[in-house]
């Protein structure tokens, strides 16, 4: 079955940088739509970056020139790169895929990681 797996959350300091993993099993990895999202207590989740099979990629608004989505095809795992680390990021940061194919700007997903925690401090 699907299995996700985030690491590399913790606590920073505004301006702090971190790096977050994702491990990825039981799907086919490379053809999939794999995103980062984010829920801060009391709010929604919301979609934070996504990177489909053909390298496309998107971003909210809040992050775009901050955080970068990656991908490794041959280890299974996708990433998010965070600079410039503001308390407004202070998230849950969950891995999401969807198989097969594009993710077209569509935020819906059915697989899930449980989660890393990301605490930015002033």
């Known amino acids: 079955q699907v299995r996700l797996v985030e690491s590399g959350g913790g606590s920073v300091q505004t301006g702090g940088s971190l790096r977050l993993s994702c491990a990825a099993s039981?799907?086919?990895?490379?053809?999939?739509?794999m995103a980062w999202f984010r829920q801060a207590p009391g709010k929604e989740r919301e979609g934070v970056a996504s990177?489909?099979?053909?390298?496309?990629?998107s971003y909210v608004d809040s992050v775009k020139g901050r955080f970068t989505i990656s991908r490794d095809n041959a280890e299974n795992t996708l990433y998010l790169e965070m600079n410039s680390l503001n308390p407004e990021d202070t998230a849950m940061y969950y891995c999401?895929?969807?198989?097969?194919?594009?993710?077209?700007?569509?935020?819906?997903?059915?697989?899930w990681g449980q989660g890393t925690q990301v605490t930015v401090s002033s």
């Open positions: 999401a895929a969807r198989s097969p194919g594009l993710c077209d700007g569509d935020w819906s997903f059915n697989d």
């Open positions: 039981g799907f086919t990895y490379s053809s999939s739509c």
């Open positions: 990177m489909d099979l053909i390298g496309h990629t």
